[in-house]
């Protein structure tokens, strides 16, 4: 009978049958002292690139672990390639965006200074370890891209024309999300996506205007209520994912 994995981890390394696996001080540690786990004690390892794959714990020593990959238990899938750029906000609820956003599927992550953000910097190596934390999981085999913090105007001039952004913000002449995205279902459009959500207090005016005359950019309305900024960035999410992401059996 097959031991089942006690724990599951993102790594770096490649992964294939028979290969070994150092690990670092911290998820050392983390099997070692917290998940309690021994010489023979199974792990699932993924990394984004070869699917999911269960090693053995071969030994553990001061500050690293040894890991013996035996055999692949998921090969490696495509998932929604939706991007969320959103206004960077305080520590915790930013953790909790970047963590929620891992979940629901999110493929980019790319903060981005607006005029009226308050918070001036961003710590994109602990976004990243959030992220890493929620696909382990969740159980993702794919891990987001999480970009350095970028000026609105910056991410604007440099962006790929072929990608669709759905604006959300409570503009007058923005449509209800969930119409637009219908009527994309309904189109059979192949089209790529991206979301971006303000700071709180909402975008200036003057980028509201900016935004609103580029081709690509579609102004969204999320309700009648005014939400708040991490509420907005995965309401807007769980909308795309409902109507063209991954959460109907004939979508990927």
Known sequence: MRQRA???????????????????????????????????????????????????????????????????????????????LFAPIKRARLDFLVQKAVELGASRLQ???????????VNVERLRANAAEAAEQCERTTLPAVDEAQPLTAVMADWPSERRLLLCAEAGSAQPIHDILTAEAVSGSAAVWAILTGPEGGFDPSELDALGKLPFVTPVSLGPRILRAETAALSALVCWQSVLGDWHSDRV
């Not at 006690?6 to 002292?33: I, K, N, P, W």
């Not at 023979?40 to 070869?50: C, E, I, M, P, Q």
């Not at 903060?111 to 910097?121: G, L, N």
């Open 6 to 84: 006690r724990a599951r981890l993102y790594v770096d390394d490649d992964l294939g049958d028979g290969l070994t696996v150092g690990l670092a001080a911290a998820q050392a540690h983390y099997l070692r002292h917290v998940m309690r786990l021994a010489p023979g004690d199974v792990v699932a390892l993924f990394n984004g690139r070869d699917g999911e794959w269960h090693a053995r714990v071969d030994g553990f020593g001061r500050g690293w672990c040894s890991l013996v990959i035996e055999r692949q238990t998921r090969e490696q899938g495509a998932e929604p390639d939706i991007w969320l």
């Open 111 to 121: 903060p981005v200074m607006t005029r009226h953000t308050d918070v001036k910097r």
